[in-house]
């Protein structure tokens, strides 16, 4: 199916390609029209003549002006017509280049930067574990906090901050588990809807848990909370996700 797409957009864009090349077959054809429309124009004339409904001054002026276009249109084809077929053919070499190569183009690069298989690079990128060195210095960072006792001033800050690091570093886990803690010492809407978040990514869906998280924040936010709607958004969603499963 993919391929039908792929075949259907290469289409849609190669059409004004298409209406060139017919285009420029017509043109000779526009012409004759035009030769035929000019002797149509002196039949007509002669018989007003004979019949008496244009003078002689006004059949000759207008026999004149006829015969003028006439000859313009006439000599546009003979140069059209005379045109060595090299060159007509050579004119038509661009537009089959493009014709072939957009198509190549493209599928050249899709096969090599977008097959379905590839896994999309935000997510790939989201999804690398930190290397040794960060890691480490996160493991120096977890047993600090740790040390901080629950009445500590150190305590919430800490556990927040660290869940933050983690967090950027791919430790879902662990950043839900250090918020959890600074929450259940003390409650912060950002730090309530920062945890819900992570909760909903690492589960894929939002459950009981993280719904009841994200009433809390909403109820504890102020009024001019700048994500106050998309909180909201996201408590219809997992209301209506949960009657669904029951």
Same mark, same amino acid.
């Given at each position: 199916?993919?391929?039908?797409?792929?075949?259907?957009?290469?289409?849609?864009?190669?059409?004004?390609?298409?209406?060139?090349?017919?285009?420029?077959?017509?043109?000779?054809?526009?012409?004759?029209?035009?030769?035929?429309?000019?002797?149509?124009?002196?039949? $007509?004339?002669?018989?007003?003549?004979?019949?008496?409904?244009?003078?002689?001054?006004?059949?000759?002026?207008?026999?004149?002006?006829?015969?003028?276009?006439?000859?313009?249109?006439?000599?546009?084809?003979?140069?059209?017509?005379?045109?060595?077929?090299?060159?007509?053919?050579?004119?038509?070499?661009?537009?089959?280049?493009?014709?072939?190569?957009?198509?190549?183009?493209?599928?050249?690069?899709?096969?090599?930067?977008?097959?379905?298989?590839?896994?999309?690079?935000?997510?790939?990128?989201?999804?690398?574990?930190?290397?040794?060195?960060?890691?480490?210095?996160?493991?120096?960072?977890?047993?600090?906090?740790?040390?901080?006792?629950?009445?500590?001033?150190?305590?919430?800050?800490?556990?927040?901050?660290?869940?933050?690091?983690?967090?950027?570093?791919?430790?879902?886990?662990?950043?839900?588990?250090?918020?959890?803690?600074?929450?259940?010492?003390?409650?912060?809407?950002?730090?309530?809807?920062?945890?819900? $978040?992570?909760?909903?990514?690492?589960?894929?869906?939002?459950?009981?848990?993280?719904?009841?998280?994200?009433?809390?924040?909403?109820?504890?936010?102020?009024?001019?909370?700048?994500?106050?709607?998309?909180?909201?958004?996201?408590?219809?969603?997992?209301?209506?996700?949960?009657? $669904?499963?029951?």
């Amino acid at each position: 199916m993919s391929w039908v797409s792929f075949l259907l957009i290469t289409l849609i864009a190669l059409l004004p390609v298409f209406l060139g090349l017919a285009w420029a077959q017509l043109r000779v054809g526009s012409r004759q029209s035009a030769l035929a429309l000019y002797r149509g124009q002196l039949t $007509e004339l002669d018989r007003d003549k004979n019949l008496g409904l244009v003078s002689h001054t006004d059949y000759a002026a207008a026999q004149l002006e006829i015969q003028r276009r006439l000859l313009t249109a006439d000599s546009s084809v003979e140069d059209v017509l005379k045109t060595p077929p090299a060159t007509r053919q050579s004119a038509w070499l661009p537009f089959f280049m493009l014709g072939l190569g957009i198509p190549s183009c493209a599928a050249l690069l899709y096969l090599s930067n977008g097959h379905p298989s590839l896994a999309p690079e935000p997510l790939a990128a989201r999804n690398t574990a930190p290397d040794a060195h960060t890691f480490a210095l996160i493991q120096k960072l977890q047993t600090s906090v740790a040390s901080f006792p629950t009445d500590s001033p150190s305590y919430v800050p800490g556990h927040t901050l660290l869940g933050q690091v983690e967090f950027r570093s791919g430790l879902t886990n662990a950043a839900i588990a250090d918020w959890q803690a600074a929450l259940a010492v003390q409650f912060s809407p950002d730090l309530a809807l920062n945890l819900a $978040e992570a909760m909903a990514k690492r589960d894929g869906r939002i459950n009981r848990d993280t719904l009841n998280l994200y009433r809390r924040a909403l109820a504890a936010a102020p009024n001019d909370a700048p994500w106050r709607m998309a909180v909201e958004a996201r408590i219809a969603a997992g209301e209506h996700d949960l009657g $669904e499963q029951q």
